[in-house]
């Protein structure tokens, strides 16, 4: 993150968050499992970002709740191959992945409950 400070703005958050993604790929080795997973993350990992956009231009309650439960099933998917990398380890310091775990725990926290509170408003 740029600072220390809470960021609220989703968006921003989301768009950090697919930076923050992007440079831990880069940090893979070129090894085959490194570029198989690298590429799993990379994909999995910028996408809560857009699709939250797609959220925001939904056409119906129905669509917005479908958009943001695609984001959560790809923020959990992404904190399934960031653990991996952690476990094999496909860094050099493997815990240098405990942050982006835990601001991976905190947005799969804002959409589980977004997802509730729109399934909830939309009757």
């Given at each position: ?81 960031l ?31 977004s ?9």
């Open positions: 993150m740029k600072d220390k400070k809470q960021i609220y703005d989703l968006e921003e958050r989301l768009l950090e968050y697919s930076v923050r993604i992007i440079n831990v790929v880069e940090q893979l080795d070129n090894s085959k499992v490194a570029n198989h997973v690298g590429s799993q993350l990379l994909r999995s990992g910028t996408s809560p970002y857009p699709n939250h956009g797609e959220a925001q231009a939904a056409e119906s309650p129905k669509d917005f709740i479908h958009k943001l439960r695609i984001s959560l099933k790809e923020l959990r998917e992404t904190q399934r191959w653990k991996l990398i952690q476990r094999v380890p496909l860094l050099e310091k493997p815990e240098l992945l405990d942050n982006i775990l835990q601001e991976t725990d905190e947005l799969i926290e804002i959409f589980v409950t997802i509730k509170t729109a399934e909830k408003n939309k009757t």
